[in-house]
């Protein structure tokens, strides 16, 4: 079996952590999450793999031909991104009888290959995932007959869509199915309007998942992601790590060589800590916290289900649910919020619109570079850009564009007595 995975698009939504590579080049547990879908892929045995890719990509240089990570990898270069559909049709020379069709980022695909596999019989011609969905709304939605497929709405209207069961984005297809999406017009969703009709005129089977699939959309996806990569961590300690006695570290953490962990700092699993990375003093990391190569965790700083990527500096204070980017200094008393006072769901703004996140905590997305002065704080779901400064003493009200400083003006008085 292959797998097409895709590679290409501008990956705007993922403002500011994309920075002009494809979201799946984004580094987790020190690997770009398109290397972790090719490990899994790999522990499936599938080695033929041909990814989909957009111009001047970083994709290339860093796997090569593939043959470094034990695969063979093909690219087939999309040069606008005109959808999954057009990306098939690009790589139709190089595809045979029957492949996977998935996101570069979906890091969870070892979960559903034997699932789409053993559902792939005589007679099938091809098979989607599907899972329930309240949001149907936004979604290929499937209507059914026993396990086939009859139809597929693409985000049908609100309360009248034929099922929960969406598509969630992968797919075992046939070589048939190409000729059907050949015949297809061309347009954004060629691929969800060939789908609809080859399974009014060919078995097309769907199997559903209870588990969880990956999304990355949104910044505040990435925590998603990690948790994801973190529901399958293992314990493990380098032997060049250095630990205080009176560090408390519980359940799987891993952490990697040359971190050091200072006295009294408590670590509760699951949690992944870098290369390199220093851990101060009374710091707490819990709930699904990501530290990245060569970072720091300041002294009295308390971190909750947050990712700090490479090369970032914090000092005191809290960060929650939260994505800081690399390379960033954030100083002493620095706070985040991540719940609203109402307790309703978080928006964030995103391309100058509101988007509901959907979740109940989220603290705040930290574009590469940017320095954060002390005792600053942000509000739930702001969106900072890259190499920004934040003044000492201010709170972040609204998202900040990229190379912008943000401070509140104080005004000193002096009374002599």
């Not at 045995?45 to 860093?62: A, L, M």
């Not at 959808?83 to 070892?110: M, P, Q, T, W």
């Not at 309240?134 to 026993?146: F, K, P, Q």
Request: hydrophobic share 40%.
């Amino acid at each position: 079996m292959q797998a097409l995975l895709l590679a290409a698009g501008q990956s705007s939504r993922m403002y500011p952590f994309a920075n002009g590579s494809h979201k799946s080049m984004i580094k987790l547990f020190g690997k770009p999450l398109l290397e972790h879908t090719i490990e899994k892929l790999k522990n499936k045995s599938i080695t033929d793999v041909v990814v989909v890719v957009g111009k001047d990509n970083d994709i290339e240089s860093y796997f090569g031909d593939g043959s470094k990570f034990g695969i063979s990898i093909t690219y087939v270069l999309q040069e606008k991104p005109e959808g999954a559909g057009n990306a098939i049709l690009l790589a139709k020379k190089y595809l045979r009888d029957n492949f996977l069709l998935l996101n570069s980022y979906h890091v969870e695909i070892d979960r559903f290959v034997d699932l789409l596999s053993s559902a792939k019989v005589d007679g099938v011609d091809s098979v989607l995932l599907v899972k329930q969905k309240a949001e149907t709304w936004n979604y290929g939605v499937i209507s059914t007959d026993g396990n086939r497929v009859k139809a597929i709405t693409e985000k049908p209207e609100k309360d009248k869509e034929e099922s929960n069961l969406c598509i969630v984005g992968i797919y075992l297809l046939s070589a048939s199915f190409i000729d059907e999406l050949e015949n297809t017009q061309a347009e954004h969703y060629q691929l969800e309007t060939a789908l609809d009709v080859f399974s009014k005129n060919h078995v097309v089977n769907y199997v559903e998942t209870k588990d969880e699939t990956v999304v990355l959309k949104f910044p505040w996806d990435l925590l998603g992601v990690k948790n994801y990569l973190l529901s399958d961590l293992k314990k493990h300690i380098a032997e060049s790590a250095q630990i205080a006695s009176s560090a408390e570290i519980i359940g799987e953490v891993y952490i990697d060589e040359n971190v050091k962990i200072m006295e009294k700092v408590v670590v509760k699993g699951p949690c992944y800590i870098g290369k390199n990375a220093f851990i101060g003093n009374n710091a707490i990391l819990r709930d699904g916290v990501v530290v990245e190569e060569n970072s720091v965790v300041g002294a009295n700083m308390e971190v909750k289900n947050t990712l700090i990527m490479r090369d970032s500096k914090t000092h005191s204070g809290f960060i929650g649910d939260s994505v800081i980017g690399k390379d960033c200094r954030i100083a002493a008393g620095f706070c985040t919020a991540n719940v609203r006072l109402d307790r309703a769901t978080v928006k964030a703004v995103v391309k100058n619109e509101k988007v509901d996140t959907s979740v109940k905590s989220l603290g705040v997305m930290v574009g590469d570079g940017t320095h954060i002065g002390i005792k600053s704080s942000t509000m739930p779901g702001i969106i900072i850009g890259r190499n920004v400064v934040v003044g000492s003493e201010t709170t972040v009200m609204n998202n900040i564009d990229d190379n912008t400083k943000y401070y509140t003006k104080f005004q000193e008085v002096v009374v002599k007595q």
